[in-house]
């Protein structure tokens, strides 16, 4: 089994959406276009950033089948798939299926905050109702609650299907022990981008991103460094781009990040929904000096 798994970088892709607050399908070709040209190695559609959670699924299934449509196999695109309700989540990776996804990325059940056996339940069940790959999203500061590396390992072992995880949780000890733990096959994406070196050196292969929605680039350099043995230049270019992922984080992801695509690619993908807001006057502000200083606008 390749590792990793889809790629290296993958986009957790924005969605775009148009003045009066509908998606913007040709938008969303747009910037997938965009960002297969610009260092994107395969797209995650509908997760977090991309606003699934003000999305209904009608908006889901067409947007989908879009973007399917449109990459026409030329990358893979993973269906955040993910909700609080075991019953539900299985509907909806059915949904995704029929639309002709490559891989699903399934978030912790938000909310409930299960258990570890409930965790494994959970999981177990998606992944006997499906045969595509299952990447496991662990998000504690969405979900209310961590996914153990032990009950991912316990996952890995019983459910083929089940190929990677994307652990966000923010602590390298937990990646470190991930590693331990989970069968050489299991790609390990680092969910944070400001993290990825120190994730790579304890054994992740890849980053699920969203600064990569408008800067791959600078995230393949770090890891192509690391990876190439250049350890110290990759520390380097980690020291730069470090305080422009953080920017992109200055309020409530995907606020920023939206606001940095339209500037940067120069394709509208539009206001968050709320109870999202768009970016702060101060922010803007900020965020411009911070882009321009980067080179990524005039």
């Not at 002709?100 to 494994?120: C, H, I, S």
């Not at 006997?128 to 790959?133: D, I, Q």
């Not at 923010?170 to 981008?193: K, T």
Request: overall charge negative.
């Amino acid at each position: 089994m390749t590792k990793p798994y889809f790629g290296r970088l993958l986009t957790a892709m924005v969605t775009p959406f148009a003045e009066d607050g509908s998606v913007n399908y040709e938008a969303g070709c747009q910037l997938a276009d965009w960002l297969l040209a610009n260092g994107t190695d395969g797209l995650v559609i509908e997760g977090s950033t991309g606003e699934a959670a003000t999305m209904d699924m009608d908006e889901k299934i067409k947007f989908m089948e879009t973007i399917v449509k449109h990459i026409n196999g030329r990358a893979p695109v993973i269906a955040g798939a993910g909700t609080n309700c075991t019953a539900s989540t299985i509907d909806l990776v059915k949904k995704m299926e029929a639309c002709g996804v490559d891989g699903l990325l399934v978030v912790g059940p938000f909310y409930n905050k299960p258990t570890q056996e409930g965790y494994y339940q959970h999981f177990a069940a998606v992944a006997k109702s499906t045969k595509l790959p299952i990447i496991v999203y662990n998000v504690p500061g969405r979900t209310g609650s961590n996914i153990a590396p032990a009950t991912v390992a316990r996952l890995a072992k019983d459910f083929d299907n089940i190929v990677a995880i994307k652990e966000a949780a923010g602590n390298v000890a937990q990646c470190a022990e991930l590693y331990r733990v989970l069968p050489e096959r299991i790609s390990i994406y680092s969910g944070d981008d400001g993290l990825i070196l120190p994730f790579m050196a304890v054994g992740a292969v890849g980053l699920i991103s969203v600064l990569a929605n408008c800067n791959g680039k600078i995230l393949q350099d770090v890891m192509q460094a690391y990876e190439d043995g250049r350890v110290q230049e990759a520390a380097i270019l980690n020291k730069r781009m470090v305080p422009l992922a953080k920017a992109m984080f200055m309020e409530s992801n995907p606020i920023p990040i939206k606001y940095a695509v339209t500037k940067v690619t120069g394709i509208d993908v539009g206001n968050p929904r709320l109870p999202l807001t768009p970016l702060c006057a101060d922010c803007v502000a900020m965020m411009d000096v911070i882009l321009k200083d980067y080179g990524m606008v005039k």
